[in-house]
């Protein structure tokens, strides 16, 4: 008998998983035993660029999920509701669930999971991080057997692709972001990537299956790429870094009382392994005891890299089906019981970047320097080169030193006579 699937979305995704299992030509045997039954989508009649029998789509995904011949429910349909009511459906009838979906899982996984384990089923969710790179199955099988102490990622394409045009042509947010979204890179509403959200549900997920405890979303420290400007990405290559989106979850004492979860742009040493991740791709490197450090690289999005995620995870639900067992496996099933605490992001301790405007008067950069002293700032360099009309403009690079102590130098720095603004503030890695 074969597995019998449900799938709900034939877009982007479900078209690259529909494609992947008509090719079944040197692939996993297993996958033979696949059955595509229903499809359901907003608008069954619409052409598509896969053959399938017209009678297997239909608009009714509520039928779907309570098919009792379904095995298995592939949820591709994106967003939070039907998806999620039509997944918890899925699981209340006893069948697993595959799900490309970052933003259900990294905001109801308690109520999934808990489901899901009494249910008896699994929940698996490879597409929803990093497209086709295999990061979800590795964290929570091969690379659980370390302690891990970081998990820093460029899991944006959209903002990463940004960003590097940004780099190489010397323009302005706004323009590659226009152009991005006309090349069809960037959706016409860009809030989630360019703001950082989305990675900030994909960091989510990458930090409960990393620390090994659940992780509540508004914990989360999210800011985006909208404030950077060519200004900043020049300086930066000055100073020997490029900007980066990076998603960063850290354990900053080895207790987990210190986890840090975190998307924010970032100045990366032009000299790291994440340095040289380019355009749409995604990267991620881990760092543990005793592996040390060990990265991924591959295409974040697109049909065939997230269609081969959700086939791969298609592929060992069919294996566990056919294998038979009544136990349930605990490296596909969720271990999650509790919630980690996560610090404030006032407790980070990182080193930073900024850029002052001040009047050109002697003396300025000494009062700089004295102030950041009261606060226990100690600056690793700091630089003079241009002006911004009648205003000179000073860029600092710090030493480590505690987030909270850098925000209070700032503020007692902008009441300085002296200091026009400080158009950015950005950390270094
Ligand atoms: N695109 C990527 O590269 C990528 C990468 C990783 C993860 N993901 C995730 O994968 C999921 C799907 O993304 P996608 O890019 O494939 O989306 P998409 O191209 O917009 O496709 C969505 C599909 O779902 C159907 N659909 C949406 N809402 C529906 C509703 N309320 N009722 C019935 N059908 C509905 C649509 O039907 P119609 O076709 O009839 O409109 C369409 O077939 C999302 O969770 C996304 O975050 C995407
Ligand atoms: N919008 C996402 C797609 C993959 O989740 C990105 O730009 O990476
Ligand atoms: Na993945």
Not at 278 to 285: E, P, Q
Request: charged residues 20%; aromatic residues 4%; negative net charge.
């Amino acid at each position: 008998m074969g597995v019998k699937l449900g799938i709900l979305g034939l877009g982007t995704v479900g078209t690259g998983t529909v494609q992947l299992l008509q090719d079944l030509q040197g692939r996993h045997p297993l996958l033979q035993e696949v059955e595509i039954c229903r499809i359901g989508v907003r608008s069954p009649n619409k052409s598509r660029p896969v053959n399938l029998p017209q009678e297997i789509l239909s608009g009714d995904l509520s039928a779907i999920v309570n098919d009792p011949q379904i095995d298995i429910i592939v949820e591709l349909m994106g967003g939070l509701e039907p998806a999620r009511t039509l997944i918890m459906t899925a699981i209340e009838n006893g069948k697993h669930v595959v799900t490309a979906n970052k933003a259900v899982i990294s905001r109801f996984g308690e109520e999934i999971f808990t489901a899901a384990n009494a249910s008896g089923v699994y929940v698996m969710f490879e597409a929803a991080v990093a497209g086709g790179i295999p990061v979800i199955k590795t964290l929570k099988q091969s690379l659980s057997v370390n302690k891990l102490h970081s998990i820093i990622g460029i899991v944006n394409g959209t903002t990463n692709y940004i960003l590097t045009r940004m780099q190489t042509e010397g323009s302005e947010l706004e323009e590659v972001l226009a152009d991005a979204q006309r090349l069809g890179y960037a959706e016409a509403d860009p809030t989630a990537d360019i703001d950082g959200l989305d990675a900030g549900d994909k960091i989510a997920i990458l930090a409960s299956l990393g620390f090994g405890e659940r992780i509540n979303l508004q914990d989360v420290y999210c800011e985006g790429i909208r404030q950077i400007t060519k200004t900043d990405i020049a300086y930066a290559g000055k100073l020997g870094f490029v900007i980066k989106l990076l998603a960063i979850a850290k354990n900053q004492t080895g207790d987990k009382s210190q986890l840090s979860v975190r998307v924010h742009p970032t100045l990366v040493s032009q000299t790291h392994p994440l340095a040289s991740i380019n355009g749409v791709y995604n990267a991620i490197l881990v760092e543990g005891e005793p592996i040390g450090q060990v990265m991924f690289f591959g295409p974040g999005a697109g049909a065939g890299p997230t269609g081969s995620a959700v086939c791969s995870d298609i592929l060992n639900l069919v294996a566990t089906i056919k294998t038979n067992t009544a136990q349930a496996n605990p490296l596909l099933s969720c271990r999650h019981k509790e919630y980690c605490h996560i610090a404030p992001i006032s407790q980070l301790v990182t080193r930073f970047y900024a850029r002052f405007l001040t009047k050109d008067h002697p003396g300025v950069i000494g009062k700089l320097g004295t102030c950041f002293g009261k606060y226990q700032v100690s600056l690793e360099s700091v630089v003079q080169t241009g002006f911004q009309g009648e205003m000179a403009e000073i860029v600092v690079v710090t030493h480590d030193v505690k987030e909270g102590d850098f925000r209070q130098s700032l503020e007692e720095i902008h009441t300085m006579e002296a200091i026009d603004s400080i158009p950015s503030i950005l950390r270094v890695l």
